[in-house]
């Protein structure tokens, strides 16, 4: 067995398809915050205008460029399988999106369930502005509706990438911008 096997030859194609769903779980959750902390850390303070909530205003194409490039360099070593990381995400938004209630508080209005967790807020909760948001439906946008956009991304990288997409178009660019 060589060091650098493919996972679907060590584990198996569950085990492989395991491995691909915590990649895209920990590119929406843990990858894209890290992401932006490190934009506000280092590139943000010299153009002097910070808001706080940028990471929430921005969260699908913040979960969606990261996953897109982690699942098109990770299909350039792998199988079949990174393709299908999407199923995970999509069943798990599929069923909070079915056994979601709509709240029936004076305090709270009702949302419908594709708004919430579709409709992203864009102020994060904090103690101070409690009463303009709802920090669980944050999170739920966070940790069920955040994957769901990476696993689409993810697997469309690796889509791209075994389909040599990017290769393609730049020779097809370079093809025409020369001649």
Known sequence: MSYFESPEKILGPIGS???HVTAVYFCAIHLSPWMVGRYFAWIEP????????????????????????????????????PTWAWTAPTVALIYRI??????????????PALKYFFDIQH????????SFTDPIRVWAQ??????FY??????????MSKRKLIPRLWD????????
């Open 142 to 147: 966070m940790t069920i509706t955040a994957p």
């Open 46 to 81: 010299s153009l002097n205008s910070t808001t706080r909530d940028w990471y929430l205003q921005h969260l699908e194409i913040v979960t969606i460029f990261p996953a897109l490039i982690v699942g098109y360099i990770v299909a350039l070593h792998f199988n079949s399988t």
């Open 17 to 19: 398809f395991f491995i």
């Open 123 to 130: 102020i994060m909760p904090t103690f101070a502005n409690m």
């Open 150 to 159: 990476a696993g689409l991304a993810y697997s469309s990288g690796a889509f």
């Open 98 to 111: 079915v056994r979601y209630s709509i709240s029936a508080s004076v305090l709270g209005g009702s949302v």
């Open 172 to 179: 097809e660019w370079r093809r025409t911008t020369l001649n």
